[in-house]
């Protein structure tokens, strides 16, 4: 699976890759080989290309508190594609029509919201539904939805226009 991990504003790309009993973790074009297992519900044993490791960890969503020996280091883990979707909205143009896309093919759950509903930015627009998992998606700006493309139970493909937000 592939993630995006945020460490200090910084974004760095990762893979993982589950082979047998192992992990192949790939980082910036460099891949290392992981062996893991819990020890506890909350700290993880593991021995990366020969070096052994333990780890406390806290997770709260897609964030996590890691605890090494003597540093503690706080990290976001975002699916790839979610990252992607969720940038590329928050990059869109703040003035004018906003077009709000889907980040990845699904069925729509709920639509929160009504043709010329005025939002605030982060107010929930509609819940889809891709691989088994709900996604809500938030409005990037504060504004009117002037248009709504889609109903509950429908299925939606990647980029397909879910409604328009001025």
């Known amino acids: 699976m592939k993630y995006v991990v945020i460490l200090n504003g910084k974004q760095y790309p990762i893979e993982i ?88 093919p699904g069925k729509i759950v709920k639509v929160a919201v009504q043709e010329m509903s005025t939002v605030q930015e982060g107010d929930s627009l509609l819940i889809m539904e891709a691989m088994k998992m709900q996604n809500e998606l938030k409005a990037p700006k504060s504004g009117t939805v002037s248009k709504i493309h889609v109903r509950e139970g429908e299925p939606v493909s990647i980029s397909q226009v879910l409604m328009i937000l001025e």
């Open 17 to 104: 890759v589950r082979e047998n009993h192992l992990y192949r973790l790939t980082i910036n074009d460099k891949s290392f080989t992981v062996d893991s297992f819990r020890p506890a519900a909350q700290s993880i044993s593991m021995l990366i290309e020969g070096k052994s490791y333990e780890v406390g960890l806290e997770k709260n969503g897609n964030t996590f508190t890691v605890y090494f020996s003597n540093d503690t280091i706080e990290l976001e883990l975002v699916d790839a594609r979610k990252f992607q979707a969720s940038d590329s909205v928050r990059s869109a143009g703040a003035s004018g029509p906003l077009k709000i896309q889907a980040p990845m």
